[in-house]
C-alpha cells in the first residue's frame, strides 16, 4: 500500500512513497497546513473560509470544497470517482485530515522527543538527533504571518530549542562535551536570548580544558543580553562565571562522586579559613558557593558544610554589610525534604542572622530578591518549630518569589513552604500540589535538584493518600534523576520508601522489620541525624502496632527526638502504670514535620492502654484531619497504618463516630 507523508517542518509539503506530491497554489497548502495542524479533528469550513481570507470573497465556500477536491485527487489520485475518500474526509460541518501518526514530521518530532526522556542517558542523545533531522526549516514556513498557525509555530519552536539543548545537556553530562559545542556555537547565532545555552556552551568548553573560552562566552551572553534585552544574566549564568572562576571542583567531568566530595570538602576548608581570616566579601560568597555544592554529595561533604556554614554566616555579619550578609544566607539553597534539622542550634542561629539582615535591608524592589531568600532561609531553618514566624516568612517569601517571576527563587520559596506545610495533620493534599508545581517549574527551567526534590514530596503525599502507584512513579523518576546528576542521598528516601511500601502492604512481618533495617543501614555515613536518630526503633513500633502486636520498647535504645513518646511504653511494660500515666499527661504535642501523626499514634495507642480520656481526646482531635491517610507515610519512611482505624479505636471508647 502507498503510505501519504506531510512535511511542516519547513515548506508544507506532501509525499508520496518519497515523490512530492502537487499541492497547486498556496490556498491549497494553507488548507492542507491547516488540517495537519488541527491534528485528525475536524476543521468547520466557516473557520476555514476565516483563516483563508481576511476579507472572504463571495464565493468562499465553494473556493474551499474546490481545494479540498484538489487536494483529494492530489493525495488519492486511484480513488473511484465516488468512492469516500480515505484520508481528507467530510465530518459534519467540515474537513478532517485522517493522516497516520507517524505520517507527520511535527508528529514524528514530539514522540520522539516525548521517547528521548524516557531513555537511559546514554541513548537519549541520538534520539534526540534523529528528531531534531526531521526539521528542514522553520515550522509552517510559508505561513508564518498567519494568526491560525501562530500558536503552534511557537510551540513547535519552543519544542526543537529544548531538545536542541537537552541533548547538549546530555553529551556534557555523559563526558561528550566537545560534541556538544558546534551544536551550541549554531544554535546560538540564531537564538542569542537562551539563556540556557549560553550556560551549557560555557559548561562544554570549561570541561573539554578550554576555561579561557568559557569565560569568554560567559562575558559575550552578559553583553548580548544586556545590550538587546536590557537584562542581566540570570543566577545560574552567575553561578557558572563565579565557579569557572574560582575553578570550582564540581565543574569537572572525570572525578568519581566520593573523589569529587573529598575535593571539594579540602577546597571549602581552605577558602573558609582565607575567606574568614581576611574578611573578604567576594571570598565569602565563593565560599558558601562552595558549600552549596558540597551539601549535595551527602557524607563528610554535607557534615562539612553543616560545620562551616554558621561560621561564614557569622563573619558576614561582622563586616557590617547587610547586602553581602543577605547572599552569603541566602546563596545556600540547597534543597531540603526532611521537616526536622539536622543541626537545630545552628538552624537557630542562622535564622537570628536572617532576621537581623532583614530588619536592616531596605524594602525597595532592588532588594527584593535578597528578602525573598532571607525569608525562605527562615521558612526552612525553622522546621519542626512550632512558631507562627515560619509559616508567615514562608508565605511572605513565596508572594515575593511569584511576583518577580523568578523560577530559581520560586523552587527555593516553594521549598520553604513545603517545609512550613506540617503544622496539623492531614495535609498530604497540600504537600502534592506543592510537590508537582516543584516538579512542573523544575523541569522547565533546569533546576534539577528542586524537580528532584518536588518528585520526593510528592512519593511523600502519595503515600499519605495510599496511592503507592503514583508514589512507585516518583520514586523511579527521582532514582533516574539522581543517577543521571549524582545525587547519592536521594536513595537513602528511596530505600526508605520501599520499606514502608513493603510494611503498608501484605508482606509478612519479617520482611517488613527486614526492610525497615536495610533502609536504615544505609543511613550510616550520610550523616543526616535529624532524619536518623531514633527512626528506625519508630518505625518498628509503627510496624508492631499497625499489626495489632504489643509494642516492644527497650530503654536501652536510642530514640533520639522520639524518647518522649517512647518512655511510657517501656514504663508500661515494667508495670508502672502510674508513672507511664504521668510520663503520657507531660507529653508535648508533637513537633510540626512529616512524623507529627505518626506521634499522635503512638499517643494514641498509650492512652488506649491506660484508658486516659484526656489523652484520648486531645489525639482523636488531632488526628481527625488526617481521616483517610496513613498515619505516617506522608513521611515516605514509615507507617501506623490507616488513620481510620485508630479513630475508629479512639471513638469507639469515647462515644464518638
Do not use: K
Not at 560567559?218 to 545560574?236: M, N, V
Request: proline share 7%; glycine share 8%.
Amino acid at each position: 500500500m502507498e503510505t501519504v507523508t506531510f512535511g511542516v517542518l519547513g515548506p508544507v509539503t506532501a509525499e508520496r512513497d518519497g515523490r512530492a506530491l502537487a499541492l497547486r497554489g498556496p490556498r491549497h497548502r494553507a488548507v492542507l497546513a491547516r488540517l495537519v495542524l488541527a491534528r485528525r479533528r475536524t476543521v468547520p469550513v466557516a473557520r476555514l473560509v476565516e483563516d483563508l481570507w481576511d476579507v472572504p470573497p463571495a464565493r468562499a465556500v465553494g473556493a474551499v470544497r474546490t481545494f479540498v477536491g484538489d487536494l483529494r485527487r492530489a493525495l488519492e489520485p486511484d480513488r473511484p470517482r465516488r468512492a469516500p475518500a480515505r484520508l481528507l474526509v467530510t465530518e459534519g460541518p467540515g474537513y478532517a485530515l485522517r493522516a497516520a501518526a507517524d505520517a507527520v514530521d511535527a508528529w514524528r518530532f514530539e514522540a520522539a522527543v516525548t521517547a528521548a526522556g524516557r531513555l537511559p542517558a546514554a541513548q537519549a542523545p541520538d534520539r534526540l538527533a534523529a528528531a531534531l533531522g526531521e526539521w528542514r526549516g522553520p515550522a509552517y514556513a510559508e505561513f508564518a504571518g498567519e494568526e491560525w498557525a501562530r500558536g503552534e509555530r511557537s510551540r513547535l519552536t519552543e519544542l526543537r530549542l529544548g531538545a536542541v539543548e537537552r541533548r547538549a545537556e546530555l553529551l556534557v553530562e555523559l563526558g561528550r562535551a566537545a560534541e556538544a559545542v558546534p551544536d551550541l556555537d549554531a544554535h546560538l547565532d540564531g537564538h542569542p536570548w537562551r539563556e540556557e545555552a549560553w550556560r551549557l556552551l560555557a559548561l562544554a568548553l570549561y570541561r573539554t580544558g578550554r576555561q579561557a573560552d568559557a569565560l569568554a562566552v560567559l562575558r559575550r551572553a552578559r553583553a548580548r543580553l544586556a545590550g538587546e534585552l536590557g537584562i542581566e544574566p540570570g543566577p545560574r549564568l552567575r553561578r557558572l562565571e563565579a565557579g569557572v572562576l574560582a575553578q570550582d571542583p564540581a565543574l569537572d567531568p572525570s572525578a568519581e562522586p566520593a573523589e569529587a566530595a573529598a575535593r571539594l570538602w579540602t577546597r571549602a576548608t581552605r577558602a573558609y579559613d582565607r575567606a574568614v581570616a581576611a574578611g573578604s566579601g567576594a571570598r565569602l560568597e565563593s565560599t558558601v558557593g562552595l558549600l552549596r555544592a558540597l551539601a549535595v554529595t551527602g557524607g563528610d561533604g554535607l557534615e562539612a558544610a553543616r560545620l562551616h556554614r554558621p561560621a561564614a554566616v557569622a563573619a558576614a555579619e561582622e563586616t557590617g554589610d547587610a547586602e553581602l550578609t543577605a547572599r552569603v544566607i541566602g546563596t545556600y539553597d540547597v534543597p531540603a525534604n526532611w521537616t526536622r534539622s539536622d543541626d537545630p542550634e545552628a538552624a537557630r542561629r542562622i535564622v537570628e542572622a536572617a532576621e537581623r539582615t532583614l530588619a536592616v535591608l531596605p524594602d525597595t524592589p532592588p532588594a527584593a530578591p535578597a528578602r525573598c531568600r532571607l525569608l525562605a532561609t527562615v521558612a526552612l531553618e525553622s522546621r519542626g518549630v512550632r512558631s507562627p514566624r515560619g509559616p508567615e516568612a514562608a508565605r511572605a517569601a513565596e508572594e515575593i518569589a511569584r511576583n518577580l517571576d523568578d523560577p530559581a527563587l520560586l523552587a527555593f520559596a516553594l521549598n520553604g513552604t513545603y517545609m512550613q506545610s506540617c503544622t496539623t495533620a492531614g495535609t498530604a493534599r497540600r504537600r502534592d500540589a506543592i510537590g508537582a508545581e516543584l516538579v512542573a517549574l523544575a523541569a522547565r527551567h533546569a533546576l534539577v535538584t528542586y524537580e528532584v526534590l518536588g518528585h520526593l514530596v510528592r512519593l511523600q503525599a502519595r503515600s499519605a493518600l495510599a496511592d503507592f502507584a503514583g508514589a512507585d512513579e516518583h520514586a523511579a523518576a527521582a532514582d533516574r534523576l539522581a543517577a543521571r546528576h549524582e545525587r547519592p542521598l536521594v536513595a537513602v528516601f528511596t530505600d526508605w520508601y520501599r520499606a514502608l511500601r513493603q510494611a503498608a502492604g501484605e508482606a509478612p512481618y519479617d520482611r517488613a522489620e527486614a526492610g525497615y533495617r536495610a533502609a536504615a543501614a544505609r543511613l550510616d555515613g550520610a550523616r543526616m541525624p535529624g532524619l536518623e536518630r531514633g527512626l528506625l526503633p519508630l518505625a518498628l513500633l509503627g510496624l508492631r502496632l499497625s499489626r495489632g502486636l504489643p509494642p516492644r520498647v527497650d530503654r536501652q535504645t536510642d530514640w533520639g527526638p522520639y524518647r518522649p513518646w517512647a518512655q511510657p511504653f517501656a514504663l508500661l511494660a515494667e508495670g508502672e502504670r502510674p508513672a507511664a500515666r504521668d510520663a503520657l499527661r507531660n507529653l508535648p504535642e508533637p513537633p510540626p514535620d512529616l512524623l507529627y501523626e505518626a506521634l499522635c499514634c503512638a499517643e494514641a495507642a498509650l492512652a488506649l492502654a491506660l484508658g486516659d480520656r484526656a489523652a484520648l481526646r486531645r489525639t482523636y482531635d488531632r488526628l481527625l484531619p488526617a481521616s483517610g491517610e496513613l498515619a505516617g507515610a506522608g513521611s515516605g519512611v514509615l507507617t501506623f497504618g490507616p488513620v481510620d482505624d485508630w479513630l475508629t479505636a479512639l471513638g469507639r471508647v469515647l462515644d464518638r463516630p
